[in-house]
Each structure stands twice: as C-alpha cells, then as structure tokens.
C-alpha cells in the first residue's frame, strides 16, 4: 500500500507560478514509478508528468517548458514546479504511484491516488 497527499494548490494569475508538493510513504514496490496527472470535471484524468523508477521525467506536450517534475526520495516528496501558468491549467492535481518501472499519462498505469489539490489560474 502507498499513502499519499498533496498540498500546495491554489488561486494564481496566468503567467504565475505554483509548486504543489506530494508526501508519500509505504511499500518501494508500489511506488517504482509515480507521477502527477489532473482532472476537470467533464473531461477525463490526463497525465502531466511522470518519473520513471531511474529518475528520467517526462512530461505531457502541453506543460513541457512549463512544468517541472522532481523527487526527493530521501523526504519521501514529489514535486511539481508549474511555471507560466496558463487559465487551462486550471484542474485538480493527483498525485499517483505505480508498480510500474516508468508509468504512462495513462491513468490505468497508476495504483494508488492521493486525494488532489485544486490549482486554479484566473485572468
């Protein structure tokens, strides 16, 4: 099992910046790989980005230069440093952990969800 939590969402203006946080524990196995991925109601859960159990990111086109993800896995912290933020970005950010060695933007490839923190960027 992987408990998880994210904090550090907010209200910004476009063009801002925000830095939401993600503290996990629990089992290695189930964590090999984690990433960040957000919802808007009506639409569904898409990947943002992710880093494989070596360490490599890789991020969605549409965050890629904007985004970025990193970890520190001696405080059991994922992080997400949102640069230039756009009004669609506006989303729920999940933070997510897989089994797997590199998880996919799929959401499929992600075992276990933290419970989300609302980012929501205004004119």
């Known amino acids: 099992q992987v408990q998880l939590m994210e904090s550090g969402g907010g209200s910004v203006q476009a063009g801002e910046s925000l830095n939401p946080t993600c503290k996990y524990s629990?089992?290695?196995?189930?964590?090999?790989?984690m990433g960040w991925f957000r919802h808007v109601p009506g639409k569904e859960r898409e990947g943002v980005a992710t880093?494989?159990?070596?360490?490599?990111?890789r991020y969605a086109s549409f965050v890629k230069g904007r985004f970025t993800i990193s970890q520190d896995s001696a405080k059991n912290t994922l992080y997400l440093l949102m640069t230039n933020l756009k009004l669609e970005d506006s989303a729920k950010y999940y933070c997510?952990?897989?089994?797997?060695?590199?998880?996919?933007?799929?959401?499929?490839?992600?075992?276990?969800w933290g419970r989300g923190a609302q980012v929501t960027v205004s004119s």
């Open positions: 997510g952990a897989s089994t797997r060695a590199s998880a996919s933007f799929y959401p499929s490839s992600i075992g276990f």
């Open positions: 629990g089992a290695p196995e189930y964590r090999e790989s």
């Open positions: 880093v494989d159990v070596n360490g490599t990111p």
